[in-house]
């Protein structure tokens, strides 16, 4: 009888070895090898066997080539639409991943209720493969969201031929798949959730979604480090990779594209948790802004682009003297690297004495920022902080810093200028660069300052 031939796969990147290891050569994570039962052919045949093509697929000329360009189905939810680019695309998978309890289960079964009950009767059907929960209490989270569409189907299934099998006797327009570490292929020798079998589950429900043009919704964990678990190949297979993200003490959600096939990963759609359920915040920058009624030092309001919508943020910081030893900084919402930075220039241009201080910056909402337009913003909260000098409530302070202290401008300055506008703001200080196209723009209410320089942005909103 010929030996079962074994070899020992990283958990973590999918890295193979013949024998066992304690730190991984390609990634440098400890102790991710676990041993599998190499591959013997036979499970590929039965894979092709079970997703052969209707008919044999040629080649064709790029000119013959049909697209249904613009036909996407809509969950009539749309932050979610528009974070996938207005719509599910025929055909499309997509992995979702967010920490456990952050909502990813909740926000899909909405999805699928809602699409489901667009449809007509019987003309739609939608199912929701689940591997984690059992069938009743799927019902019971459906009873709290009012989900009950005649069309919603959950499927308590971790078996993928049985799920394959399924959607290609139901046709469903939508499949959720509730997780894809639960899945197992009977082939395969490793344990549900290792990477052969994470990765051979999504390789052929992706065919069967892509040969059927039939959507589907991949439910991912996520790592400590808050990547999708499983192999790195799992995100190039699927067309659109989505985090759920927010904090679980909070009630704001965010949903966010870090790759999208058929769309901006710019876009960003925002939900608040509440008691029935996950709703839709459409006026993010009035939900952000709430709790601004307390008028005190280190506190300035910005406006970031996500995408195609401004949103304002609140910038906090609290500077207060070191007590012994270093001096700590701690950032939530902003790199670190760029808090220090931004620190330096502070100390060294405008001669505050910060490095005896401890710093603390928070974006308000739990929101995390990369753009370098909220920059002014964040040397002007840990300014006002250390000076204890409030900035004006309904002031807008906008601008990138360069490491001589100079104010850059901004990129699309109209749409942050008229949100705040909207919002009932007084005052912008912006940089002096983006004067003109601002002088370009129809009357803002707003009454507007062009500053060259940090310490002239500094003079205007926390004299000393
Ligand atoms: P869930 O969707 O199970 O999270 P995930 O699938 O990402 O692990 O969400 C669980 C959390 O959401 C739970 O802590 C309770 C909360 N929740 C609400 O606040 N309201 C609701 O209507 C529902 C269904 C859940
Ligand atoms: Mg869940």
């Not at 052969?52 to 932050?79: A, Q, W």
């Not at 959730?193 to 892509?210: D, H, I, N, P, W």
Request: glycine share 10%; with cysteine.
């Amino acid at each position: 009888m010929a030996k079962t031939k074994t070899q020992f796969v990283c958990q973590e990147c999918g890295a193979k070895s013949v024998k066992w290891q304690g730190k991984c050569n390609a990634c440098n994570q400890w102790n991710t090898y676990v041993e599998e039962v190499m591959d013997s052919g036979k499970s590929e045949e039965r894979g092709r066997k079970l997703s052969k093509p209707s008919e044999t697929i040629l080649p064709l000329s790029i000119n013959e080539i049909e697209v249904d360009e613009g036909f996407r189905l809509k969950s009539g939810i749309n932050e979610f639409d528009r974070v996938l680019g207005g719509g599910i695309v025929p055909g499309e998978t997509v992995m979702i991943g967010g920490d456990p309890g952050i909502g990813k289960s909740t926000l899909l079964l909405q999805v699928v209720d809602k699409l489901s009950r667009l449809q007509k009767d019987g003309q739609g059907k939608c199912l929701y493969v689940t591997g984690e929960e059992s069938a009743q209490q799927i019902k019971l989270r459906a009873e709290r969201l009012g989900a009950r569409s005649n069309n919603l189907y959950i499927f308590p299934e971790t078996d993928v031929f049985a799920i394959l099998e399924q959607i290609e006797k139901t046709r469903p327009i939508l499949t959720v798949i509730d997780s894809i570490q639960t899945l197992f292929l009977a082939d395969i020798s490793s344990a549900p959730g290792s990477v052969s079998q994470v990765r051979e589950s999504a390789a052929r429900l992706t065919y069967l979604a892509k040969r059927e043009k039939l959507p589907m919704f991949f439910i991912g964990h996520v790592t400590k480090e808050g990547n999708i678990a499983g192999p790195m190949t799992l995100e190039h297979m699927v067309d659109a990779v989505l985090y759920f993200e927010g904090d679980i003490q909070r009630h704001y959600r965010l949903l966010r594209a870090v790759k999208n096939r058929f769309g901006s990963t710019q876009e960003i759609g925002i939900f608040e948790m509440r008691e029935d359920g996950l709703s839709e915040v459409a006026d993010a920058s009035k939900a952000f802004l709430d709790d601004h009624f307390v008028h005190s030092s280190g506190s300035v309001i910005t406006a970031s682009l996500e995408g195609s919508r401004p949103l304002l943020l609140e910038v906090q910081s609290l500077v207060s003297p070191t007590n012994f030893g270093m001096p700590q900084r701690r950032a939530s919402g902003i790199d670190p690297n760029r808090l220090a930075l931004i620190l330096a220039i502070l100390e060294k241009r405008l001669g505050m004495a910060i490095s005896s201080q401890d710093v603390f910056l928070n974006i308000a909402g739990g929101i995390k920022v990369v753009e370098p337009s909220i920059d002014l913003s964040v040397a002007v909260a840990v300014a006002s902080s250390f000076r204890e000098v409030p900035v004006g409530a309904d002031t807008l302070v906008l601008g990138e810093l360069g490491l001589s202290g100079e104010v850059r401008a901004v990129s699309q300055i109209g749409p942050r200028l008229a949100e705040a506008a909207r919002l009932g703001f007084k005052q912008a200080v912006i940089p002096h660069g983006n004067l003109k196209a601002v002088s370009l723009l129809p009357d803002a209410p707003l009454e507007i300052l062009g500053v060259k320089t940090l310490s002239e942005a500094i003079g205007i909103l926390v004299p000393r």
